[in-house]
C-alpha cells in the first residue's frame, strides 16, 4: 500500500460513521462536506465544459466573466486533439483562478438524434472521434492540477423525460457505440470524477446501476476516481451507494445524509461500503492537492492567451460544407460593397443550460468584418428577419448603465420582498436572463429575496416591440417612468409561473429609462426550490417580414456579394429540452432564398450546434457552418471568410436532408422508454449501412486549397493481435496553405454479426504549405478490428479480409487498401 493509501487509511480510522457519511454528498450546490477537526477540506466544483461557469460566488470563489470557448462539437470538429489539449490546459488555468478544483466536463454522449437539446456540447455521432478529443480535453485539463468529471455516463442521449426516461440498449450497442468514448478517457487520461447521468439505462437509473458503475467502470476499466450524481439524479439511500455512487449533489444532503447514517445502523448496508466510497473521495481531495501543505498556483482568467486560443479553435472549427465558383474567400480587392444580412450577423449566439458562460466581450461577425474592411469596401447591414420563433430575451447589446455609464443594468438585490432598506448586493448584471437553482451571491437569502435593475434601454431598430416578463413569482417592469407590466406577487407562499406581455413602438437609439422588478416570496414567506425571470424585448418573428426580406434582397442586388448570416438565437438548442425540428426558426429560409435569387455571390453562415435543414441548398454556391463559436467568433468567422485563415473544419455528425433519414427517426422520443432500435447503426453508419444519401456526410469539410491522397500502404497479411500500420503520403496541390484531416476507416468484408460497411478507426490533422507533403502514418491495434460479442462477452477479431480506407471524408474515400487477418 502507498504512503498515500495509508494516510487515507488512518483518517478514515479516526472518522465517526456520521463524518464518514457527511463527505458523500454536498455542503451546498457546489462544495463538498469538510470535517475541520480531521483537516479535511472541501472540494469545489464548478460547470463547463466549454468555459469556467462563474456567475455565482461561494466563499472567496470569485464570480465573473471567464473565457467563452467554442462550444462541444466546435471542438470536435477541429478534428484536432492536439488543440484541444491547450483548450483543457487554460480551462484549469481558468478554474483555479475562480477558485475551483474540479470543472465538470467534458461531456461525450453520443449524437445520437439531431434534435437532442445538448448535441452543441458533446462532440459526435462517432465514438472513436468522441474518445480522441475527450482524451486531450481531460490531459489537458488534469496536466495543470485541476480536476474533470467525464460525463453523463451513459447513453444520456435526448433531454426529452431525461430525468426518468429509461434507455433501452442492448449490449453489444452499447459497448460500441455508447461506451467507448468513456472506456478510451477512463483508460488513458484518468478523469478524477466520473458524472452519472439521469435518465435510467435498461431500467436501471444510472445512479444506482451497478452494473455500469462497478463491473464496467472500475473491476473492467480499472477506475479509481470518484463518482459524483449529476444534480439531483440520486434517487436512493443504500442502492446507490452499493452501486457505486459516492458523491450525492447537489447538498444539503437529501439520501447521504442521516438517513445513510440509520440506514448502517440498522444494518441495511455494511459499513465497509461507506468505507470504500469515503476512501475514493479521500483521493480525490489529495489529487486536488489541498491536503499537501502547499498553496496552489493562482490560475489566470481572461488572458490575452486564452482569448487567442477561443479565436484559433473557432477558425478551426469552422467548417466549409459548399463553395461553388469559389465564391469564398472573399477578395476585398475585387470588392467595392458587401452586403451582411441575418439575425446572427450583430450577434454571438450559444446554447443554454449549465454550460452557459458569462464572457467579458462578444465579437460579432459584422462588427469584425466591418474592424477588418474599412476604408477598403463598404458595407451595408440589414437584420432581414428574426432568427427566433418567439420573442427573444432582450440581448446584452440593449442596455447600459444609468449617467452614460458602461454597458449592462444596475442590480439591486435585497433580502426582503419590499425593497425596503439597503440591498444586500449592488452589482452589474449584463441582462434579465435569470435561472437561479442556488442564491445569486451568499449574502442573498435565497428563499426569500426581490432585485431591482435599473439603467437605459435603447434599441437598434424603430417598431412595435413585444415586451414580455416571463417569471417563476412576481414582476413588473417601468418604461420611461410608466408602469407596462406588472405580474402579480404569488400569495400564500405558491411559486407562480406565467407572463406579463404588452406592445410598444420604440424608436432606434432613444434612451429610454428602465426599471425591472422581480419578487421571489411574498410578505415574509420562505418559497423553496428555484427561480427563473426573464425579460424579452423583441420583434414578433412575422414582424414585417415581407417587406424586411424584400429589403434585404434589394441590398443584395445592389452590392458586390452578399453574405447571410442565419442559425439560431442563445439558448434555443438547451439543456432542458430538444429541438422541435430541424429547421431554421422563423422566416430564414425565405429570406436566404430572396438573396440569393438576387446575388449569384451570396454565401451562407450558420451558427448552430446541430443539423439544419437546407431547403435552398441548390439555390446558394457557398454554404459554412461557424457552430457556436465562442467570444471573439466573430474574428474567427471574418477571418475565414476573407482567405486570412484556411477553412480545416470537418463534420463531426451527419447533416441528414430530412429528418426522417436519421437513424432514431422511428425510436425517438419514446415516452418512459425510448427502444435504440437502430442498433450499432448511428450517424454515418446507417447512411451507408441503407443506402441513404446524406446533405453533407460526416466527415466533409472544404478548403481553400486541395489535396492528392497517395497510394495507401499496408501489410498483405498480419496476425490477428497484431499491430498493423498503414501509411499514406498527402501533398497540398493548390496555391495556398491548408490543413486536412485524412481519415482512416476499416471494413470487415464478411461477418457472422451485421457490421456497418466501415467505422472511422484513426484520423490525423496535416498542415501543409502549397507544394508540400507529407507521410501520415497510423498504427491500427487488435480493436480496430474488433466487434463485441455478447454471448462471450468480449471483443472478437475474426481472422478474414479488411479493407482499409483513407479519406477526405466518409463518403470521399481517395486510396484503398487489404490486410488479412490470420
Request: hydrophobic share 40%.
Amino acid at each position: 500500500m502507498s504512503d498515500l493509501e495509508h494516510r487515507i487509511t488512518d483518517l478514515i480510522q479516526q472518522m465517526t460513521l456520521k463524518e464518514k457519511v457527511s463527505l458523500l454528498s454536498g455542503r451546498d450546490a457546489w462544495r463538498t462536506v469538510a470535517i475541520e477537526r480531521l483537516g479535511i477540506p472541501s472540494v469545489m466544483m464548478t460547470d463547463g465544459p466549454h468555459g469556467v461557469r462563474a456567475n455565482f460566488n461561494f466563499d472567496g470563489r470569485k464570480g465573473g466573466p471567464t473565457t467563452y470557448f467554442p462550444t462541444g462539437v466546435s471542438f470536435a470538429a477541429t478534428w484536432n486533439p492536439e488543440l484541444i489539449e491547450r483548450v483543457g490546459e487554460a480551462l484549469a488555468e481558468e478554474t483555479r483562478a475562480m477558485g475551483a478544483d474540479i470543472l465538470l466536463g467534458p461531456c461525450v454522449n453520443i449524437a445520437r438524434h439531431p434534435l437532442a437539446g445538448r448535441n452543441f456540447e458533446s462532440y459526435a455521432e462517432d465514438p472513436f472521434l468522441a474518445g480522441r478529443i475527450g482524451v486531450a480535453w481531460v490531459e489537458g485539463v488534469q496536466s495543470r492540477g485541476v480536476g474533470t468529471s467525464l460525463k453523463h455516463f451513459a447513453c444520456n442521449n435526448q433531454e426529452f423525460e431525461r430525468f426518468r426516461g429509461s434507455s433501452e440498449v442492448d449490449e453489444r450497442t452499447l459497448r460500441e457505440i455508447y461506451l467507448p468514448a468513456f472506456e478510451a478517457i477512463i483508460k488513458e487520461a484518468r478523469p478524477w470524477t466520473i458524472m452519472c447521468a439521469y435518465n435510467r439505462i435498461n431500467g436501471v437509473h444510472a445512479s444506482q446501476n451497478r452494473r455500469l458503475l462497478t463491473d464496467i467502470l472500475r473491476e473492467e476499466w480499472g477506475f479509481d476516481g470518484v463518482v459524483v450524481s449529476d444534480w439531483g439524479a440520486n434517487h436512493t439511500i443504500v442502492e446507490s451507494v452499493a452501486a457505486g455512487l459516492d458523491i450525492e449533489m447537489p447538498g444539503p444532503a437529501k439520501y447521504y445524509g442521516p438517513l445513510l447514517v440509520q440506514a448502517v445502523e440498522h444494518w441495511q448496508l455494511e459499513e465497509e461500503v461507506i468505507d470504500r466510497a469515503v476512501r475514493r473521495v479521500l483521493r480525490l481531495i489529495f489529487r486536488c492537492g489541498k491536503m499537501n501543505g502547499r498553496p496552489r498556483p493562482a490560475g489566470a482568467v481572461n488572458t490575452p492567451e486564452h482569448q487567442s486560443l477561443a479565436r484559433e479553435v473557432a477558425e478551426e472549427a469552422i467548417t466549409l460544407l459548399k463553395n461553388d465558383g469559389a465564391v469564398l474567400p472573399l477578395a476585398p480587392s475585387r470588392l467595392q460593397t458587401l452586403a451582411v444580412i441575418g439575425p446572427n450577423a450583430d450577434s454571438i449566439v450559444s446554447g443554454g443550460g449549465s454550460s452557459t458562460v458569462q464572457s467579458p466581450l462578444r465579437v460579432s461577425p459584422l462588427e469584425a468584418l466591418r474592424k477588418k474592411l474599412d476604408g477598403r469596401v463598404r458595407i451595408e447591414y440589414l437584420q432581414g428577419c428574426a432568427n427566433t420563433a418567439d420573442v427573444p430575451i432582450a440581448p446584452p447589446e440593449f442596455f447600459s448603465l444609468s449617467g452614460g455609464g458602461g454597458p449592462g443594468l444596475r442590480g439591486e438585490y435585497f433580502n426582503n420582498s419590499d425593497f425596503s432598506g439597503q440591498p444586500a448586493l449592488v452589482r452589474t448584471d449584463a441582462q434579465i436572463n435569470c435561472w437561479w437553482g442556488e442564491e445569486p451571491d451568499p449574502v442573498v437569502d435565497f428563499h426569500r429575496f426581490c432585485v431591482r435593475w435599473t439603467g437605459v434601454l435603447r434599441v437598434p431598430e424603430s417598431g412595435p416591440y413585444t415586451l414580455r416578463l416571463f417569471t417563476m413569482g412576481g414582476g413588473r417592469m417601468y418604461l420611461d417612468g410608466e408602469l407596462l407590466l406588472d405580474n402579480p406577487v404569488p400569495t400564500e407562499g405558491v411559486k407562480s409561473r406565467g407572463s406579463a406581455v404588452i406592445e410598444r413602438v420604440l424608436e432606434a437609439g432613444r434612451a429610454y429609462p428602465i426599471q425591472v422588478d422581480f419578487i421571489k416570496t411574498p410578505g415574509h414567506r420562505e418559497v423553496t426550490g428555484p427561480a427563473r425571470f426573464n425579460f424579452h424585448c423583441g420583434f414578433p418573428p412575422e414582424y414585417r417580414a415581407a417587406e424586411r426580406i424584400q429589403q434585404a434582397a434589394d441590398l443584395a442586388r445592389r452590392c458586390d456579394a452578399a453574405l447571410i448570416f442565419a442559425g439560431y438565437g442563445s439558448g434555443h438548442e438547451t439543456e432542458g429540452h430538444d429541438r422541435p425540428d430541424m429547421n431554421l426558426t422563423g422566416p430564414q429560409d425565405d429570406l436566404i432564398r430572396a438573396v440569393a435569387a438576387a446575388n449569384p455571390k451570396t454565401a451562407v453562415i450558420l451558427q448552430c450546434g446541430s443539423p439544419v435543414t437546407m431547403p435552398w441548398i441548390d439555390a446558394v454556391p457557398a454554404v459554412v457552418v461557424a457552430w457556436y463559436s465562442g467570444m471573439l467568433g466573430g474574428e474567427a468567422i471574418a477571418s475565414v471568410l476573407l482567405g486570412e485563415v484556411n477553412a480545416s473544419g470537418k463534420l463531426p455528425v451527419t447533416f441528414p436532408r430530412r429528418l426522417q433519414d436519421t437513424p432514431a427517426y422511428h425510436s425517438y422520443p419514446g415516452g418512459r422508454q425510448v427502444f435504440y432500435g437502430e442498433g450499432v447503426f448511428v450517424g454515418y453508419r446507417h447512411y451507408d449501412y441503407r443506402d441513404v444519401e446524406p446533405l453533407f456526410p460526416f466527415g466533409h469539410g472544404l478548403s481553400y486549397t486541395t489535396f492528392e491522397y497517395g497510394d495507401l500502404q499496408a501489410p498483405g497479411k498480419a496476425r490477428a493481435g497484431q499491430t498493423v500500420r498503414v501509411s499514406l503520403r498527402i501533398k497540398n496541390t493548390g496555391a495556398v496553405a491548408g490543413k486536412e484531416t485524412v481519415q482512416l476507416y476499416v471494413a470487415d468484408k464478411q461477418s457472422r454479426v451485421a457490421r456497418p460497411p466501415k467505422e472511422l478507426k484513426a484520423f490525423a490533422k496535416v498542415a501543409l504549405a502549397p507544394g508540400e507533403s507529407r507521410l501520415v502514418t497510423f498504427d491500427l491495434t487488435e480493436r480496430a478490428f474488433a466487434f463485441y460479442d455478447p454471448v462471450l462477452a468480449q471483443w472478437v477479431v475474426e481472422p478474414g479480409e479488411f479493407e482499409l480506407l483513407a479519406g477526405a471524408s466518409s463518403r470521399d474515400i481517395r486510396a484503398r487498401a487489404e490486410v488479412e487477418l490470420t
